[in-house]
């Protein structure tokens, strides 16, 4: 079955970084779109990032532009986000899910998302 499993969550101060990695199985890597995807307690699953695993075409939301980075390995079946100058605002669990996607883009709405993994925390916090 479709696997999805996150790691690399952690507390980091203002302006630190860390590093996720979202492992899949289950499924034929080439063709899906991964998503990254946060939520802080209180507050709705907002998307954050995605990559098209078969074009490598990235989208981001404005508030992460410039500071995460989405990157796939189409031998791993892993996708990593790079997150760089994290802010507190940057809090929540981080989640990655799975879309089978035949377009050049990847959707970045978590409505279209169908496998999720079951996320990992990040605090940025002094």
């Known amino acids: 079955q479709v696997q999805l499993v996150e790691s690399g969550g952690g507390l980091v101060q203002p302006g630190g970084f860390l590093r996720l990695s979202c492992a899949a199985s289950?499924?034929?890597?080439?063709?899906?779109?991964i998503g990254w995807f946060r939520q802080d307690p209180g507050r709705e699953r907002e998307e954050v990032t995605c990559?098209?695993?078969?074009?490598?075409?990235?989208r981001y939301i404005d508030s992460v532009m410039g500071r995460f980075t989405i990157s796939r390995d189409n031998v791993k079946n892993t996708v990593d986000l790079q997150l760089n100058r994290l802010q507190p605002e940057d809090t929540g669990v981080y989640y990655c899910a799975a879309v089978k996607s035949t377009e050049f883009l990847c959707p970045l709405v978590r409505n279209e998302y169908h496998y999720w993994g079951q996320g990992t925390q990040v605090t940025v916090s002094s």
């Open positions: 990559i098209n695993t078969r074009t490598g075409a990235t």
């Open positions: 289950g499924f034929t890597w080439a063709g899906y779109s």
